[in-house]
C-alpha cells in the first residue's frame, strides 16, 4: 500500500543499541510488567502507571489524560478551554501554544506521557465526545492536531494520541464494528493520525470497537501491516481501558493493556512458558516502550526536567482561546455588543446555571478541575453593579429534595465511608411516585466518589469524579410508580456525600415564570444555556435538555433583546433561533470563560471564530439520519455506508440547509472579497485573494478556500472540500492581499482499485469565502 503525498518527516529515532541491550537483561517478570498498567505506589500517575526496573535504571512511567489540560484526578489544574473551541480559531500557532502549555504543566505534575489528542473526526452530532474533537473536516483536524502533539513534546512529554481508529461514538463503544470503506478509511479517518506519526508521536492509544471485523486493539491489518510497515511507526501502541479481549492482540501489534493485565499479565507469561506466543513477541513490545523512553530522556537523565506550574501564564492561554474560538452565529438587529455605559444605568437580567455556577468543561476522562473559575454573574456584577443585574435560574439542574410522598422509603442525604472492595459501597433502591404527568428532573450529586442513578425505564446517569459532581436525568413521567435506584463508589480514603434532588413539572413552571418576569423589566437579557456531553453516553436528543428551550422561547417572548450564550460541546437545535436577538457559542471554556464571555458580549472582543462543524436544523437531517445502520447501528454493527460524504459535505451534495454551515461566524464588523488570482506551481495551487474591513471596528476574518470535485466526478466524490485557510486582522478600511496554497495533495484521490494515491489533473474549481455556504470568489486552474 501507499500512502498519501506528504511532507518527509522521520517518524522516530530508530531503537538506540542501549534498548537492546536493556530487553535481554530484563527477566520475564520484568519485561510484563511493560505491557500493561499497575498501581503507582507514590499516586502521581493518573492514568496509568508503569513501574521500571530499578535494578536496570530504568524509571517509571506516568501517564495522565490530556485533551483539555493536564488532568488530576481529585486535584486541581489549568483548566484549557475544551478542544472543539480550539478549533474554531482555524489557528495552528494558537494550537502549538495549547500543546505546548499541556506538556509544560504535565511535567510540573511528574508526568511522563500525555493521553491525547483526541483525532477521530466528528461523524455524526450525537456524539458524548464531541467537544473532545476538533471537527468533522480531516485538512483541519490534521493540522491543529499535529500542532498540538508537536506542542507537547517540545516539553519532552510523549504525546499519546487516541483513538486509533473510527472512534466516532459512545453508544456500543466497547464492541461496536465500524464498517469502513477504504476510501473513507484513507480520505477522512485516517490523515490526522498519519500526520501525527510523521510529526513524531511517540505512542498511539487503541480504540475499543471493531474496524471492519476486528478490535482495534488487535487489528493486525491496522496495528502492524498499516501503522508499522507502511507507516513506519517506532513508538508503542496502548489499549483504551478494557479494549484488550484475547492475548493474542500482541501478536497483532498491541504493545500495552491498560489498566492491567487481564491479558497481557499473567496470561502472556502462561501463553510464552507454553509456547504459544514467541517471548520475541514481548521483546519486540517492550523495545517499543522502551524506545520512547530513551527518545525522550528518560533512559540516561536527559529528561524535560521538572518544572514549575505556571497558573498564571495557563489562565492567560484559556482566556485566549475561549476569545478566540467563540462563534458569534446569530445577530441579526446588532444587539450585540451589549452596551456596558446603557445597561450600567438600566437593567440586564441574567439567567441560566451556568451563569451563578460556570461550566468549563465536558465529563469524563477529559474533565479538568480548576482551581478557581469566576462566575459570569460575578464577572456581570462586576461591570455594571449588583443594582444593575438581577439572576433567576430559569432550569434548575440541580433540583430540590425529595419529598417522602414522591420517594420510599425516603432517601437520606449525608456522607458515605469507603469500604474494602471496589463494589458500590451504598446501595439505595426506592419506588418514585408521580402523580402529576410531565417533565421530571431527577439529579444526583456526589461529592468525594462516584455515583449512578438508574431510573426503571431510562438509561443511567453516572455522576462524581471524572463525571462532574452533579449529573441528572430528564424524563416525560406519567402517573404511577418508578424503581430508582442509587449506587455509591467512594474513592480510596475519601468519603462521598450523597444528594438527590428533582424538579417537578410545576416547579420547572415556576422557575420559567420567575426569569421570563425578570426579562420583562430590564433592558436586555442573557440566557446561559448548557449541554451535558459526556464520555460513555452518546446524546439522546440534539435539542438542549431539560426545558431550556421552553425557557428560551418565554425570556425572548418577555423581552425582544434576548440573547443566548451555549455552553455546550457540540451541535444544538434551536427552535427559539428567529425569537431572540443573538447567540454566541461560547463551547466549555475553561476557567476564564467568563471573563471571555464578558470581553465578547460587551465588544472588549470581536468575535472571530468559525464553525468546525454543521450545526443540523432538526434530527432528521444530518448524514446519519433515518438510518439506524449508519448510527447508533444495528446486529452491533456500524456501517459508514455515507463514504466520504460526511459533516458538510453531506449538506452539500443532498442540498440541506443545516441550521449554521461550516465555517460559519459573524463578527461585529463586516468582510469583502475580492480579486481572486489562481496560480498552478510544482506544489500545488496558489490562491491569492484581498480581504478587506468594510465596517466600523477592528475584526479578525478567517478566509477558506474550497475545492470542487474534478469534472469527471463519480456519484461518489463530494462537491467540494475545504482545501485550505488563512487569517487576517484588519482595523476599518483595512485590506490584504492572502495566499493560501492548496497542497498537491489536495489534487490526489485513493485508487480502491490500485489501492494508491493517484493524481486528478483537468480543470478544478476554486472558491473563496467566509464559509461553505458563502463562497463569492470562484475561479478555474488545471493542473
Known sequence: MTTQPTPTTPAVQSARPDVTALVAAMTLAEKLSFTHGADDPERLGQSGYIPGVPRLGIPPLRMTDGPAGVRMKRKTTTALPAPIALSCAFDAELAARYGEFLGHEARAKRQDVLIGPMLNLLRQPFGGRNFELYGEDPLLVTAIGTAVVRGIQSQGVIAMPKHFLANNQEENRMTVDARVGERTLRELELPAFQAAVEAGAGALMGATNKVNGDFCCQNAPLLTTLLREEWGFEGWVMSDWDAVHDTAAIDA?????????????????????????????LDRSVARVLGQMARFGLLDGTQAPVTTRDADRGAALAQEVAEAGAVLLHNPRGVLPLSQQALAKGKLAVIGHPAQTPKTAGVGSALVVPETALSPLEDFTGRLGTEAVAYRVGEDPIGRPLPASALQPPFHQGEVAPGPST????????????????????????????????????????????????????????????KLVLSALPVPANPVRLTLGWVTPQQARADIEEAAGAARNAQAAVVFAYDELAELIDRPAL???????????????????????????SSVTMPWLDQVAGVLDIWYPGERGAEATGRLLFGEVNPSGKLTQSFPADPAHTPVAQDARRYPGEDGQVDYSEGLFSGYRWYQDNAANPLFPFGHGLSYTTFSYTDLELTAADDGVRATFT???????????IAQVYLDARPDATADEPPRTLAGYAAATLEPGAATRLTVTLDAARFTHWDTAHHTWVPTTGPRTVRVGPSSALLPLTGEVTR
Open 691 to 701: 480581504v478587506r474591513n468594510t465596517g466600523q471596528r477592528a475584526g479578525r476574518e
Open 423 to 482: 463494589e458500590p459501597d451504598y446501595f439505595y433502591e426506592g419506588r418514585l411516585t408521580i402523580d402529576t404527568p410531565g417533565r421530571y428532573r431527577i439529579a444526583v450529586t456526589a461529592l468525594g466518589g462516584y455515583a449512578a442513578i438508574d431510573l426503571e425505564g431510562h438509561p443511567r446517569v453516572f455522576a462524581g469524579s471524572s463525571f462532574g459532581d452533579t449529573a441528572g436525568l430528564t424524563a416525560d413521567l406519567e402517573p404511577g410508580t418508578y
Open 253 to 281: 501489534g498491541l504493545d500495552q493493556e491498560m489498566p492491567d493485565g487481564k491479558h497481557l499479565g499473567e496470561p502472556l507469561r502462561e501463553a510464552i512458558t507454553e509456547g504459544r506466543i514467541d517471548e520475541k513477541v
Open 543 to 569: 435539542g438542549l435538555p431539560g426545558l431550556q428551550d421552553t425557557l428560551i422561547s418565554a425570556v425572548a417572548e418577555a423581552n425582544p433583546n434576548t440573547v443566548v450564550v451555549l455552553n455546550t460541546g
